[in-house]
């Protein structure tokens, strides 16, 4: 059974000229932007590498479903499988939670404190937002093997599931932002893409071999490959919390580890939830996707969704100057220490070249 096109059962953008005067210009870098993350058949994931790419993308140019051999339901009726509670995630969902709610106080300290902000940091922001966000999901920088081997050691940390799984999802967010083939569909409720999606077995998402097609990239990488099986994740965490433990008692364990995972996991999914429900849009896309300057703060610059999902490929999210965006200071800084390069901003002007072309 094929894929259907994600765009054909979209509306149209509701916004006029007047509060958006970029609309034109923007939605072609929308709509090629989304053509771009949908995976070719055998090859490895690639985003369009520069706007040249961008702008000579014809719009109508047809999207090719990333394996034909995979097994799922059609899009009409992704939205009516009947979804059975996963009790394995709930079970720890439900205890982190706990633990995180009912031991914070007891064991509080200004050091455990500290080290929850330094262990968010490292990896809310590099693990998830610059690691398995604009790095490993949409290509928007380069560094090397090395670097993005201890990014993605971050990224693992963050337990927000394997490195190729979440990058799998989160290519299929945008391939179908707001329908059915959003694995956390807005239009299901704010519980629903907050966390709600993550309780439930669904076939249609997490089929091994759609995954597969969604991070091939990240697969054919031995390293990445190995870093993205659950058992080198709990480990990961486990050796960590032992670490905490070791070192700073049961308050760096608490703080460290579950204080850090349940408020790093709401922050997380904020920018599924609210940021597509609430705030404003500069860029008129096919999708809810908006600029919420709470999230952004909480996201290490997550928040400015609209951007984001207008250019996906922009490693730089916050468009406007006041639109803070720490991650990509963070790429700022990786690449002055020449460790990261091919930095990607969509607020650049489009070389002459590209003028000359157009
Ligand atoms: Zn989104
Ligand atoms: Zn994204």
Request: charged share 15%.
């Amino acid at each position: 059974m094929s894929f259907s096109h994600p765009q054909a059962s979209r509306k149209q953008p509701t916004h006029n000229s007047k509060t958006l005067p970029e609309i034109d210009n923007h939605t072609k870098h929308s709509q090629a932007g989304l053509l771009s993350l949908i995976p070719p058949h055998s090859e490895p994931y690639k985003h369009s590498d520069t706007h040249q790419n961008i702008h000579l993308k014809p719009l109508s140019t047809p999207i090719t479903s990333p394996n034909t051999s995979i097994h799922t339901h059609p899009p009409h009726l992704a939205h009516s499988i009947p979804c059975k509670l996963n009790w394995g995630v709930t079970l720890m969902m439900t205890a982190i939670h706990l633990i995180a709610f009912l031991f914070a106080y007891t064991y509080w300290s200004w050091s455990a404190v500290g080290v929850c902000m330094v262990l968010s940091f490292l990896t809310g922001c590099i693990g998830v937002s610059m690691g398995m966000h604009r790095l490993f999901s949409h290509r928007t920088f380069k560094v090397s093997k090395q670097i993005s081997y201890i990014i993605g050691l971050f990224s693992t940390l963050a337990f927000q599931g394997p490195i190729a799984e979440w990058v799998a999802r989160h290519r299929m967010h945008h391939a179908g932002s707001d329908t059915h083939e959003d694995p956390h569909n807005v239009k299901r409720g704010f519980f629903y893409a907050h966390m709600g999606w993550l309780l439930y077995h669904n076939d249609h998402f997490n089929h091994p071999n759609k995954i597969k097609a969604y991070s091939r990239d990240i697969l054919q990488d031995p390293v990445l490959k190995f870093m993205s099986t659950r058992i080198f994740m709990i480990t990961a965490q486990c050796v960590l919390a032992l670490l905490l433990w070791l070192i700073g008692g049961m308050p760096w364990l608490v703080w460290g580890t579950f204080v850090r995972l349940a408020i790093n996991y709401h922050s997380t999914w904020l920018v599924n939830s609210a940021a597509h429900l609430w705030g404003y849009k500069t860029y008129p896309t096919n999708d809810e996707a908006r600029n919420n300057w709470w999230v952004a703060l909480l996201t290490w610059g997550e928040g400015w969704h609209n951007n984001h999902h207008a250019h996906a490929s922009s490693a730089r999210i916050g468009h406007k100057r006041w639109e803070i965006d720490i991650t990509h200071w963070m790429i700022l800084l990786l690449a002055k220490l020449g460790l990261a390069s091919d930095i990607k901003d969509a607020t650049q002007k489009p070389k002459k070249k590209t003028a000359k072309i157009n």
